[in-house]
C-alpha cells in the first residue's frame, strides 16, 4: 500500500472549482413537478445517491440558484448532514445544502478526491458552524488539505479502494 504521507498537501480550493445549489419557489407550480431530478442532502447516503423525491422544470431551473450538473459530478453535502459525498449517476439539480466540486483537469482525480472527501467526518464536525443548521463555509472547503500524489497514483489509490 501506498504511504501517502510523504505527498505533497495542496487546499482543495487550489485544484477545485465550485457550484452552489438552490430550491425553486414551492410557491411557484410551474416550477415544480417537470422532469429534471432535483434532490437535497436526504437523497444522499453512504456515497450514492437514491432517487429523486421530487423534478423541476426548466422554467425551475433558470428561476432560481439551483444548478443542473451533469452526470459523474461529485456532490458534497455542505450543510444539514454535512461531509455526506456521491458521484452522480445522472444529470441532476440540487438544493443549497449541497455544493457540486469540480477538480481541475490533470491534478486531481474525482474517485481519488470522491475517497478522501469520505475520510474527512472529523475535518467537517470539527468546523461545523450554525446554531439550528450546521454548516461548512467555502472557506472551510477551501482550505481543507489533500495529499496529492501524481494523478497515475490518485487513480491506482482510487481503485484499490473502489475494490475494498
Known sequence: MTNIDHFQMRA???????ENGGTPSKRMDSYWNGNIPWIT???????????ARSYITELGLLNSATKLVPKGSLLLVSRTGVGKV???????????DITA?????????KRYLFRFLSSQSRYFE???????????????????????PPLPEQKRIADILDKA
Open 12 to 18: 482543495l480550493g487550489e485544484l477545485c472549482t465550485y
Open 41 to 51: 442532502s436526504a437523497e444522499i447516503s453512504e456515497g450514492s445517491i437514491n432517487p
Open 86 to 96: 456521491a458521484i452522480t449517476k445522472t444529470d441532476l439539480a440540487f438544493s443549497q
Open 101 to 109: 466540486i469540480f477538480p481541475k483537469s490533470g491534478l486531481l482525480d
Open 126 to 148: 470539527k468546523f461545523s458552524r450554525g446554531a439550528t443548521i450546521k454548516g461548512i463555509t467555502r472557506e472551510v472547503l477551501n482550505r481543507l488539505q489533500i495529499p496529492l
